[in-house]
């Protein structure tokens, strides 16, 4: 029985020995392989790319000067069958960093050899130089243990004498210098173009203003024509332009015109209808009503002026009926109030004072009811001033009688009395 192993592009299978004491070696790169149990061997060896970082300590150089160099390379095994066999012999069963290790110390081995035959300022100014020459040397050596160098360059170059820094201060103060005199030398040149430049600038701007001038000139010339040109068309135009414009605000308020007269005749005509129409709505709605009511009225007054007339005089015959009665009826009783007038004149006549006497007499009741009527409506007489006070009033009430009665009949009271035997004015 067996086994199948697969092996990626990164590693190299190698399956060793076989059935029958066979000797053969088989290589599988990105593949897979048979492998019998107990009687075959299979074995991995990497592929990848290994990342080296030689440095060679105090190497003195051709000068003598001691220098550190640091560098990194970049190496891997080989795929050619012939140099992948031998890199198998060499590397397959060890450790990647027994590989590292094998290829390093030959690679600083050659570094230290190379650096005692160069100068500080071969190897610090060309680098480059410097690891192409490193990498020439030690290709040769490690391809024999099937090992490609992929890349190699020197990292740092650094010393402890201060020997580089003397080279870089001396190499800095020639360069310094050199750059002065370069600026100084490029400020006089600088100065002396910028003169002639400036020289030529002017004579360049002078002949430019001038062409500028002159072209101006002739351009303000032919402007002017231009302008002049066009401004007479341009009058011609406006007045084109007015007339037309004239001839058309004629034509426009002709139109105008006419078209007023139109509704002004349409307005007439409708005023004329409106005026036809409202005449006989006023005849219709004014005119007829008032004509009717009128006649309705002249009929009413006639009749009211016959009835007025008829009451007027049915009521004056019934007036002068009354009337008539009346006067009869007073006419009799005047001469009754006359005879019975004369009557009491002549007893008065006769009985002189007594019957004016009796008259008096006669009137005192009445006088005396015209006199207590208000007296009739009062509940209570209060009388201030005591028992004189009364009497006073009395008295009072008592003197006003004679022109009382002297008011309302016209006999002197007081006269009568004193001609009344016993009595007292």
């Known amino acids: 029985m067996g086994n199948c192993h697969t092996v990626g592009p990164n590693e190299a299978l190698v399956v060793s020995g076989g059935c029958c004491g066979a000797t053969t070696k088989k290589t599988v790169i990105g593949g897979w392989a048979w492998a019998w149990c107990l009687v075959t061997d299979v074995q991995r060896l990497s592929l990848e790319v290994m990342t080296l970082n030689p440095v060679c300590e105090n190497v003195e150089t051709s000068e003598g000067v001691p220098l550190t160099v640091t560098g ?23 450790s990647e960093n027994h590989v590292e290790s094998v290829i390093l110390q030959t690679m600083e081995g050659h570094l230290r050899a190379i650096l005692g035959t160069l100068t500080v300022e071969a190897i610090y100014q060309d680098r480059d130089q410097f690891a192409t020459l490193v990498r020439e040397v030690a290709s040769p050596d490690v391809g024999r243990m099937g090992i490609e160098i992929l890349s190699f360059t020197i990292k740092d170059v650094y010393d402890r004498v201060d020997y580089l820094d003397s080279l870089g201060k001396a190499q800095t103060a020639v360069v310094k210098r050199d750059a002065d005199i370069g600026v100084a030398e490029a400020n006089r040149d600088a100065g002396i173009k910028e003169s002639e430049y400036n020289r030529q600038m002017m004579d360049e701007k002078f002949d430019a203003e001038t062409k500028i001038a002159d072209s101006q000139r002739l351009y ?22 007015e007339l037309q414009a004239a001839k058309v605000k004629q ?10 007269v139109v509704e002004r005749r349409k307005l007439i005509d409708i005023e004329e209808r409106e005026i036809s129409r409202k005449e006989k709505e006023l005849i219709a709605t004014v005119k007829r009503p008032a004509e009717a009511e009128s006649f309705k009225v002249e009929t009413l007054a006639d009749g009211k002026r016959t009835q007025t007339i008829l009451n007027a005089a049915a009521d004056a015959e019934k007036i002068r009926a009354i009337g008539t009665a009346e006067a009869t ?20 006549k006769q009985y002189g004072d007594a019957a004016m006497m009796s008259l008096v007499l006669e009137a005192m009741p009445k006088i005396a009811a015209e006199i207590s009527a208000p007296l009739a409506k009062t509940d209570e007489i209060v009388l201030l001033g005591g028992e004189s006070r009364t009497t006073d009033e009395i008295t009072k009430l008592v003197g006003q009688l004679p022109p009382a009665v002297q008011a309302l009949t016209g006999v002197d009271l007081s006269q009568v009395l004193k001609k009344v035997p016993g009595a007292k004015a």
């Open 72 to 94: 990194v390379a970049q190496v891997k095994v080989m795929t050619e069958p012939e140099l992948l066999a031998t890199a198998c012999e060499q590397f397959l069963g060890q």
């Open 329 to 348: 009826a007073i006419e009799a009783i005047g001469k009754a109030e006359a005879e019975r007038m004369r009557m009491k004149a002549a007893a008065y």
């Open 220 to 241: 303000e010339l032919q402007k002017a024509g231009f302008e002049k040109e066009v401004n007479a068309r341009k009058a011609e135009a406006e007045l084109a332009y």
């Open 251 to 260: 034509k426009i308020r002709n139109e105008e015109i006419e078209i007023e």
